[in-house]
């Protein structure tokens, strides 16, 4: 990933100062690999947690919901992810946390909207 963002025309100025002087140590969210042989990620404060879990999710129209599909579209394409990604059931268990009546496309009907672009 840092070699990436060293690279990557489409990122910030201070993402590539970020890449450019990362190192593990500076990484607040990755645990020494070593000691525990699994990635941490620190726990979120009451408020943050409070504020996401007393969010109402509120079903898209149907206009809103093709443009999210074009948006995710949009991001595969100039991420260069393979149309699979959608399907990834970590993926999709992340979608239905943050937003539970989201209605995400296969990777076949993600790559059906090609012609749109």
Not at 71 to 90: C, H, K, M, R
């Amino acid at each position: 990933m840092r070699s990436h963002l060293l690279k990557c025309p489409n990122v910030t100025d201070a993402v590539h100062e970020w890449a450019k002087n990362w190192t593990p140590k500076s990484e607040p969210y990755v645990a020494d690999a070593a000691d525990s042989g699994a990635a941490t990620t620190p726990a979120p404060s009451q408020t943050a947690l409070q504020r996401f879990m007393s969010f109402k999710d509120v079903a898209m129209s149907d206009t809103q919901q093709e443009e999210f599909h074009m948006l995710l579209l949009q991001g595969t394409v100039s991420a260069n992810l393979p149309f699979s990604w959608i399907d990834n059931e970590y993926i999709q268990a992340a979608f239905e946390m943050a937003r539970p009546t989201v209605v995400l496309p296969g990777r076949r009907a993600l790559s059906a909207f090609l012609d749109q672009l």
